[in-house]
């Protein structure tokens, strides 16, 4: 083994450990993401498609979500294959339903059972894979899919994170936008993942529009959500509705949390 594959090996080793990651595949050269809750939505009518994501894992954004003009969303977590985001997506361009893409994902994947995926198309139909031999520090996982969306989430506070996200995105007024960031938002007030709260992102795409509509990262915080939901107060684009705690100031959505840390 030369000695630049060695410190490779070495960093990814420290890295799992420091995320409390289960073992990885053998031979398996990517991190294991765990602790990771999300969502993938569409709005068939108006052609946008996203997805959002929270994690103990940095920079979550970047490499969990997958979105595509056109075609739909896919999260890949708690095992993550970074590989299959964009080849997800093709498989879904090109025709195939959501149900046939994750067939051909883990027909031959030997760690399948310790994925969790979540899929959907522009038409709104979705898949949902959970990592049913998680290891006991992986659960509490669940998913709850509704009309043109999918909750989905491991090493949670318990199902009201799941619940929670979906009654929000189901009750929410505003913009896909809007209840994307609104499921996050209530899944991280409800507990979220247990072990803490480092990154979150979202990530939506419009037909016609050609990459990311919009896109919001925290990569590494205390608070990510809640620091996420701050900047998206923030923002102004048009991706953004109408939903009115999104609307300036700023007010902290888990208010028995706290403040966020001074300088947020």
């Not at 989905?152 to 799941?162: F, H, K, M």
Request: glycine share 10%; aromatic share 6%; hydrophobic share 40%.
């Amino acid at each position: 083994m030369c000695l630049h594959s060695a410190r490779v090996l070495l960093l990814l080793g420290l890295l799992s450990r420091w995320l409390g990651a289960a073992d990885l595949p053998t031979g398996s050269a990517e991190v294991a993401i765990t602790a990771t809750f999300s969502i993938v939505a569409v709005d068939p009518q108006t052609g946008v498609c996203g997805a959002a994501v929270a994690s103990k894992y940095p920079a979550v954004g970047k490499v969990v979500p997958y979105v595509r003009a056109g075609v739909g969303a896919f999260c890949t977590q708690h095992h993550h294959v970074p590989r299959w985001g964009e080849q997800a997506l093709d498989m879904l361009a090109s025709g195939k339903r959501p149900e046939a893409v994750f067939l051909e994902l883990l027909r031959q994947d030997p760690a399948a059972e310790m994925r969790q995926l979540a899929i959907i198309d522009l038409q709104g139909r979705a898949a949902v894979h959970n990592p049913t031999q998680a290891p006991a520090r992986s659960r509490y996982w669940g998913a709850i899919t509704g009309r043109y969306y999918c909750c989905q989430g491991n090493t949670l506070a318990g199902r009201q994170v799941i619940s929670e996200m979906a009654r929000a995105y189901e009750t929410t007024e505003g913009s896909l936008t809007d209840r994307l960031m609104a499921a996050l938002v209530a899944g991280d007030c409800a507990g979220g993942d247990h072990r803490g709260r480092l990154a979150a992102g979202i990530r939506v795409a419009k037909k016609g529009i050609t990459g990311d509509w919009f896109s919001l990262d925290v990569d590494k915080s205390d608070d990510a959500v809640v620091e996420l939901f701050k900047r998206y107060v923030q923002s102004k684009h048009p991706a953004k509705g109408k939903w009115a705690a999104a609307q300036p100031p700023f007010r902290h959505p888990c208010p028995q949390r706290g403040a966020l840390p001074p300088g947020k």
